[in-house]
């Protein structure tokens, strides 16, 4: 209940406060869609619901990018850079996955993977990522993914009215 109350407060910010040339789609629970003009593209975004201190700002966030012709790429920003060569998982109640990247940022190893990774996301109540930092210590950041579905969904026809 507190943190919806949260979000009809935060909800007006957050779209007041997009950058130029951001078109803010609508706020569903912790996600956010969005739509930029240059370049073109569309996004569901959310930050973590649980997440330790880091350097960088977290998020998990859905891309679409009519140009290229992608319909749904993965991306997360990680807190903390990750050590090199090691595993970043994305972590379901029943599944997890391998992601590739360096330093911050993690994506799928490709289409296919992105496609199931947003089908879990779309069947599931939560997904942390984990990782291990520069400094050797195990880090995790916890997503929760009401209203998920309903973001990738609008930043979709966001794009696809394009």
């Known amino acids: 209940m507190r943190s919806g109350f949260c979000w009809l407060i935060a909800a007006p910010l957050l779209i007041s406060a997009a950058p130029p040339g951001r078109v803010p789609l609508g706020i569903f629970s912790g996600w956010g869609a969005f739509r930029d003009t240059s370049p073109p593209r569309c996004f569901a975004i959310a930050t973590p619901e649980s997440r330790g201190e880091g350097k960088w700002r977290s998020f998990a966030s859905v891309g679409i990018w009519p140009r290229q012709r992608i319909s749904g790429q993965v991306h ?25 990247g360096g330093g911050v940022d993690a994506w ?6 992105d496609a199931a990774i947003i089908a879990a996301m779309r069947s599931s109540t939560s997904m942390r990522i ?9 880090r995790s950041d916890g997503y929760l993914l009401k209203g998920v579905a309903t973001a990738i969904d609008a930043a979709a026809l966001g794009c696809a009215r394009r």
Do not use: H, K, M
């Not at 997360?76 to 590739?100: C, E, Y």
């Not at 799928?108 to 993977?113: F, K």
């Not at 984990?130 to 195990?138: I, M």
């Open 130 to 138: 984990a990782w291990v930092s520069q400094d050797g210590r195990n």
């Open 76 to 100: 997360f920003r990680l807190r903390v850079a990750r050590a090199p060569n090691s595993p970043v998982r994305l972590i379901f109640a029943d599944r997890d996955f391998a992601l590739t």
């Open 108 to 113: 799928a190893p490709g289409p296919r993977e």
